[in-house]
């Protein structure tokens, strides 16, 4: 075998071009921690994370050094603040899973039939549906404050940003973050995630 050949069976293939993209500006801005080494000892993206998925753009051609501007885009606001505790993001995520499986009802279709005597049956809604109805319920009452609930609700059920929140509401995206942050610790307190926390 020549030195060629075994040279060349050694190369790396080439990183996809968005991929290398991505993880040549995550590293300019210090956001590294969504890269791994692979087998060849290059940065690659840690495929099947959120943070992966995340898609970085830099104006000014590309180049944070020469002053471009990075913006993320297609972040879940849950995973996108940083400065949320685990639990807070965990208590988030729980409050829409309750919300999303208690909207399923309006989303499967249910065969009605009419009776004589004007009852229904066969259109049952699922014991599931109700009860995360109801664990729904508990947590926005666990919420007590209207503009908690408000805030909490944009970001955890419709996945609203806080910029977007604080457009709508007309409040300082500081004040919308601090009220988001009391409304998911209230909810950590309601589904008992608080008990470990230091």
């Excluded at 959120?50 to 002053?67: C, F, H, I, K, P």
């Excluded at 400065?83 to 499967?108: I, M, N, P, T």
């Excluded at 919420?143 to 910029?163: F, G, K, M, P, W």
């Amino acid at each position: 075998m020549s030195r060629k050949t075994k040279h060349a069976k050694l190369q790396a293939p080439k990183l996809p071009k968005g991929e290398a993209e991505q993880v040549r500006i995550r590293r300019e801005v210090g956001h590294d921690f969504a890269l791994r080494d692979d087998a060849f000892g290059r940065k690659r993206l840690a495929a099947g994370t959120l943070e992966a998925a995340r898609v970085y753009e830099v104006s000014n051609d590309g180049y944070t050094a020469t002053g471009g501007i990075v913006r993320v885009r297609a972040v879940d606001p849950l995973v996108g603040i940083a400065s949320l505790s685990r639990q807070q993001r965990e208590a988030g995520l729980r409050y829409r899973e309750d919300f999303r499986c208690s909207q399923q009802a309006s989303v499967k279709p249910m065969h009605w039939t009419e009776r004589v005597d004007g009852g229904r049956h066969g259109g049952d809604i699922a014991d599931s549906v109700l009860e995360a109805g109801r664990a729904h319920a508990a947590a926005t009452r666990a919420l007590s404050h209207r503009d908690v609930a408000t805030v909490v609700r944009q970001v955890c059920c419709a996945e609203v940003s806080i910029n977007g929140v604080a457009e709508q509401t007309g409040e300082r995206r500081d004040l919308v973050t601090k009220l988001l942050k009391i409304g998911l610790d209230l909810l950590a307190v309601h589904y008992g995630m608080m008990m470990g926390r230091r």
